[in-house]
């Protein structure tokens, strides 16, 4: 079944420009983590969040977690052409063997 | 350090004909795999994923099945390929409990069912 579902599903913004992507998740969950995707291309992971987390940085990625909320953001500063790809979150729960679920992702185009 | 290997980068089979897609890990013990499908511009479809030689759970009952014979090897495959098995096939591996880590991917393969 679906967990994460981004939001909005596709985005396009200047070069320079802050992108924010957000995910909403509807059970309870162990971690959030984030993903990209370049075209015809496999993904790669960005970053991991725990549900004890509220906000985590790796470069000029930003990511806040809201378990009151079931929310989380991706926020990427001063966007570059090199970013345009889909984001995609992905939420791994509390029962044991139980896979990340993915949501269908964010497309960003960054347009130079 | 950690490599994941897929292939054939791309395929075209047609309808009816037998599918064989391999993943092999290297440089790690014990991984978790995964096989997903991904149709254009969508998200992942988690179609099998193992945490052992032998051990394989399915995920979404279709054509399709999943071997483990080694450790390091998940293999995907079908008897009798149908159009809608066209789509983007990705491996990938994670290591401890899966979903409570991060997941390590393939560079997938194109497959294109006629």
């Known amino acids: 079944s679906q967990q994460g579902e981004e939001d909005p599903q596709a985005l396009s913004i200047q070069e320079g420009e802050n992108a924010t992507m957000n995910c909403s998740y509807k059970?309870?969950?162990?971690?959030l983590q984030w993903y990209r995707q370049n075209s015809g291309r496999g993904l790669v992971h960005l970053i991991l969040?725990?549900?004890?987390?509220r906000e985590k940085h790796s470069g000029r990625l930003r990511v806040t977690l809201d378990t009151s909320k079931k929310s989380s953001s991706l926020l990427i500063t001063a966007s570059r052409a090199a970013d345009t790809a889909s984001y995609f979150c992905?939420?791994?729960?509390?029962?044991?063997?139980?896979?990340?679920?993915f949501g269908k992702g964010t497309r960003l185009s960054v347009i130079a | 350090s950690q490599t994941i290997h897929q292939w054939p980068a791309t395929l075209v089979q047609p309808v009816g004909s037998p599918l064989s897609l391999e993943c092999t890990v290297e440089?790690?013990?014990?991984?978790?795999l995964y096989w997903y499908r991904q149709a254009a511009g969508r998200g992942l479809q988690l179609l099998f994923y193992s945490v052992g030689i032998g051990q394989i759970s399915s995920e979404v009952p279709q054509n399709l099945s999943a071997s483990r014979p080694q450790d390091r090897q998940f293999i995907l495959s079908s008897k009798k390929l149908l159009l809608s098995d066209s789509g983007f096939y990705l491996c990938?591996?994670?290591?401890?409990?899966?979903?409570?880590?991060?997941?390590?991917f393939g560079p997938g393969t194109r497959l294109t069912v006629t």
């Open positions: 440089g790690t013990s014990n991984p978790n």
């Open positions: 990938a591996w994670s290591l401890g409990t899966p979903g409570d880590h991060e997941q390590y």
């Open positions: 992905a939420t791994g729960g509390y029962s044991g063997n139980t896979p990340l679920v």
């Open positions: 969040i725990r549900s004890n987390e």
């Open positions: 059970t309870s969950i162990n971690n």
